[in-house]
């Protein structure tokens, strides 16, 4: 009778195991099976196409794809020196005490707000402030559009990519560091010569991920940047991303070619999130052991 | 000599400036951000917002005790499916370690850690709204359920792992049967740590709007029933917000506030959890 119950909770273990599994493969073939009929009638064109019309029935993903690539590396840009900042902050001057744990937790803190906020904030005080600042610059004051959404996804990413970054200077050995300040380094030369070039590739893999991230959000980008399918022709111009065109248009596609084309962007933003997460994890995993 | 050794003094002390003054200007955003959360959220919410349901276009007052009630189905329901699957694959990478099911189980996971929460909407559209020919609370909570599975295979097993091994040795030893042994020696063990991963699961999707878009999709009424569309507190935000209403924007701050307060509860409940329950051998 043991014997069997041993038996019977192994199996449940395996088999939930295997539903994971099957779980996953199971997405990456339903997403696949729908996407086939858009490539079906467009041709692998459906990534290079310039134009979406889905009235006229002209499914080109191209203008999602450039309005992703824009506003996440635009994102990555901004803000890579607040998070590289904030990594050596808490990572060698204070890594530990009252100010990191008062960093720590506002940082938790804002990671925990969900992204819809940071859209509706965006909506209400970003978008008038680049307004403002559009008019100065005399180009078209839209307000929302790629350099707005930019600017909220690098808000969004700046706890991330830094809480990343200070673990990676935090697994710096000491020894390491307290070899160069025997040598009669400052704290700087150590951080330059010592700690950024043995954390260098834990930093990529955070930079990586934070990426990642700013490809996969959704609703803050949906809510600044315009929804506008035209390829886009300035940094100031609304756009779609390829996130955002699903939010906005997925409960309107009527045809089956236009569902299928929606899918097919989601596959292919399942397939860049998780090849850049796989990347990043391996990274931080070789670093780690 | 002496001018080399001041030159990189003053570097050491202009970088450190640098650092220093990034790393301030970073909060400012942040700060601003849960500045005017709290200074907006806090005047919308009153007694009438928290137990009201929505009033028609036009008409103001009106609350979104729908929107809560919904946001509570929608967790349990998530739960009650990522929790037994997490928790039993869980127990499983933490037995076996090695082997191409547990590979297979890892990479998995990782794919589903980093997969955009909107990608999970579609999946769960195709796979629940479309052959029941509805949205329904269901569908969003299969949704929420896939994005929260991999945290808590992920706590499960690192929690399982920290667990001396000689206490596993001692039960065997005992003739305690192996199931006995990590159901009632291994799990209650472990049970904070596990706990602490389901509080975080369900901190991470309780402010999810993605996913909810095309399954949950919302509703002005106070819904019960699985099966039909349901409103949560996300998705009042987002449709409030677009909306050309300033009565409607006064609401969506104080569902924003209140959607905050929420996930913080759980976030708050995670860390007490791990504080108290610490796994001490």
């Known amino acids: 009778m043991t014997f069997n119950r041993d038996k019977l909770f192994e199996k449940s273990l395996t088999l939930s195991a295997w539903l994971v599994v099957i779980l996953v493969a199971a997405m990456c073939l339903s997403l696949v099976l729908y996407a086939l009929p858009v490539f079906r009638t467009t041709g692998f064109g459906f990534l290079f196409h310039r134009l979406?019309?889905?009235?006229?029935?002209?499914?080109?993903?191209?203008?999602?794809?450039?309005?992703?690539?824009?506003?996440?590396?635009?994102?990555?840009?901004?803000?890579?020196p607040f998070s590289l900042a904030i990594a050596i902050f808490l990572g060698e001057y204070f890594n530990s005490g009252k100010i990191a744990l008062f960093f720590q937790n506002t940082t938790s803190l804002l990671a925990g707000i969900p992204s819809v906020i940071y859209g509706f904030w965006g909506l209400f005080v970003l978008v008038?402030?680049?307004?403002?600042?559009?008019?100065?610059?005399?180009?078209?004051?839209?307000?929302?559009?790629?350099?707005?959404?930019?600017?909220?996804?690098?808000?969004?990413?700046?706890?991330?990519?830094?809480?990343?970054?200070?673990?990676?200077?935090?697994?710096?050995?000491?020894?390491?560091?307290?070899?160069?300040?025997?040598?009669?380094?400052?704290?700087?030369?150590?951080i330059r010569h010592v700690i950024f070039p043995y954390a260098r590739s834990g930093i990529f893999a955070g930079i990586l991920l934070s990426l990642g991230r700013a490809i996969g959000e959704t609703m803050a980008v949906t809510m600044v940047i315009g929804n506008n399918n035209q390829f886009p022709t300035s940094l100031f111009a609304p756009a779609n991303t390829m996130a955002s065109v699903i939010a906005n248009e997925f409960t309107e596609a009527t045809s089956d070619v236009y569902l299928s084309a929606l899918i097919a962007i989601a596959l292919l933003l399942f397939l860049v999130t998780t090849v850049i997460n796989?990347?990043?994890?391996?990274i931080i995993e070789k670093l780690s052991v | 000599m002496?001018?080399?050794?001041?030159?990189?003094?003053?570097?050491?002390?202009?970088?450190?400036?640098?650092?220093?003054?990034?790393?301030i200007l970073s909060l400012v955003p942040l700060l601003f951000i849960l500045f005017y959360l709290i200074k907006q959220g806090i005047g919308a919410i009153n007694w009438e917002f928290l137990t009201h349901l929505p009033k028609p276009v036009g008409e103001s007052g009106g609350g979104v005790f729908n929107a809560i009630v919904g946001t509570i189905i929608l967790i349990v329901l998530s739960t009650l499916m990522a929790v037994p699957l997490g928790i039993g694959a869980g127990i499983y990478l933490a037995e076996v370690k090695a082997g191409k099911l547990a590979y297979l189980l890892r990479l998995g996971t990782d794919i589903l850690q980093g997969t955009p929460s909107i990608v999970l909407g579609v999946i769960a559209y195709l796979w629940v709204v479309k052959p029941m020919k509805s949205f329904s609370a269901l569908a969003g909570s299969v949704a929420l359920a896939i994005m929260m599975l991999p945290m808590i295979v992920c706590s499960t097993e690192?929690?399982?792992?920290?667990?001396?091994?000689?206490?596993?040795?001692?039960?065997l030893a005992l003739g305690v049967p192996y199931y006995r042994t990590i159901l009632k020696?291994?799990?209650?063990?472990?049970?904070?740590?596990?706990?602490?991963?389901?509080?975080?699961?369900?901190?991470?999707?309780?402010?999810?709007?993605?996913?909810?878009?095309?399954?949950?999709?919302?509703?002005?009424?106070?819904?019960?029933?699985?099966?039909?569309?349901?409103?949560?507190?996300?998705l009042v935000v987002f449709n409030y917000a677009s909306s050309p209403y300033p009565d409607w924007w006064r609401q969506a701050w104080g569902a924003s506030f209140v959607l905050t307060v929420m996930v913080l509860v759980f976030n708050l409940a995670a860390k007490i959890g791990t504080r108290k329950w610490e796994i001490k051998f």
Do not use: C, H
Not at chain 1, 278 to 282: E, F, K, L, V
Not at chain 2, 165 to 171: F, G, I, N, T
């Open chain 1, 52 to 80: 979406w019309d889905p009235l006229q029935g002209k499914f080109g993903a191209m203008p999602f794809l450039v309005g992703t690539l824009l506003t996440s590396f635009l994102a990555l840009l901004f803000s890579l």
């Open chain 1, 128 to 190: 008038p402030l680049v307004r403002k600042l559009e008019i100065k610059l005399g180009v078209l004051p839209y307000g929302v559009g790629i350099f707005t959404a930019s600017l909220i996804l690098s808000i969004m990413i700046i706890p991330y990519a830094a809480s990343v970054g200070r673990e990676v200077i935090s697994l710096v050995p000491s020894e390491l560091k307290e070899a160069a300040y025997a040598l009669g380094a400052t704290r700087w030369e150590v």
């Open chain 1, 278 to 282: 796989i990347i990043g994890r391996y």
């Open chain 2, 2 to 23: 002496i001018e080399n050794y001041r030159k990189r003094k003053l570097v050491n002390t202009l970088m450190k400036g640098l650092v220093f003054f990034f790393t």
């Open chain 2, 158 to 171: 690192e929690t399982l792992k920290l667990i001396p091994y000689s206490l596993k040795e001692a039960a």
């Open chain 2, 185 to 234: 020696v291994i799990l209650p063990a472990g049970f904070s740590g596990i706990l602490t991963g389901i509080l975080l699961g369900i901190a991470r999707i309780a402010g999810e709007t993605a996913p909810l878009l095309f399954t949950a999709f919302g509703s002005p009424y106070l819904n019960l029933n699985p099966l039909k569309p349901i409103s949560a507190l996300p």
